[in-house]
């Protein structure tokens, strides 16, 4: 091995130069995180829609010994408990050995993805087929949602009240649906339209059937027996999709991407690609120092609105209840508390480098993203983290052996994006955002490191434990 030169030295003392995350583990910790996404490609097929994440996390939980939160009850360190929000939101928290006047240590992610949502009226048919009605869900390019196969995942309630669970097209021999695209020989307009108004949103049909009831000829008989199917099947008449929630998601399941297996293709890694880690790391914490309180949220790709959303009062209120146990005031809680805002950002794509600063983007395996700020325009509608919270994660991570880099979302005039960050932020709570780093964000298949998603977890592990 040949010396070092003075410059090579000084160098390495002085830049900052974020290494591939291979370098950072051996192989011990390479076999590790390969394992971790064994799990973690499990609970991406089976949890492809807010509910069903929520309620595979719950259910993992009640195993772990989480019982439901109490606002009467008092807790010892290490007690675990949740508090469900509507089926589409869950919060996880352990108690701590500190009284929460000391606060507590949020990581707050989302379990909602770019879909295609059944509108409340779905069920046509246009020239002897049987359609379905979307409207799209979240930042989707809505070129990518044509041709693919489809899933449907939700729930109907019948006009009794009684509900009944819909997930078709998921399980070997399911039927699965699609949307249709124009063929490239007849295409000519289309293609000369931009990407943007190629497929017009009200164009995102499904195709969900194609033959009629019986022998009785007649109008909508392509229709009448996909309803027909539905009431064998599902006991459900038309005018219960009023009281549904059906939405459709790519029938992808999960797969490992590359000759070395180093990635992982899924639908959804936006944003489970957090939650299923701080879910892993929040089970391991026994009896932290600090209070843990680790939330999957709902609503966060339509702008966090809504009750299942982080832009409403329900984690103030739990603090608050928490905090009631103790007898304290929950803003006193909050005032105190700090949060990793625990969200993807976008991993640069050789392909299009031009959209990336390449001194401020991040990379896949290189490590958990620490996003300092999000928004567009100039920093607009952002937490911008402060540079004393900045240090004190970097100083976490760095003791922690948590591979990590720093990232913005894409150059400044390119366009942007926000998180759940600024509504935690406006409860008082220390924020920043930190996540797993994706290529393809909110396409029907996404891909991530799976060394980054071990960092995740790893990282999440450290803030939730620290001293
Ligand atoms: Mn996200
Ligand atoms: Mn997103």
Redesign the pocket.
Known sequence: MSEKTQAEILKEELFYTPDHTSYFCDDEEIAKADNFCEGYKKFLDLSKTEREAAAYVLDLAKKEGYTEFNSDATYKAGDKVYYLNRSKALILCTFGTESLAKGAKIVAS?IDSPRLDLKPNPLYEDSELALFKTHYYGGIKKYQWTAIPLSLHGVIYRKDGSCVTVRLGEDEGDPQFVVTDLLPHLDKKQAGRTLDEAIAGENLNILVGSRPFGKDKGSEMVKLNVMKFLNDKYGIVEADFLSAELEMVPAFKAADIGFDRSMIGSYGH??RVCAYPSVMAEFEVKTPKYTSVTVITDK??TGSDGNTGLNSAYLKHFIADIAKTQGLCGRDVLRASECLSA??NAGLDPTYPSVHDKLNAAFINKGIVVTKYTGSRGKSSTNDAHAEFMSKIRTLFDNGKVAWQTGELGKVDEGGGG?VAKYVANLGVEVVDVGVPVLSMHAPFEVVSKLDVYMAYKGFKAFLEQN
Do not use: F, K, S
Request: hydrophobic share 10%.
């Open positions: 989302h936006d944003d966060e790709e969200d993807v998180t």
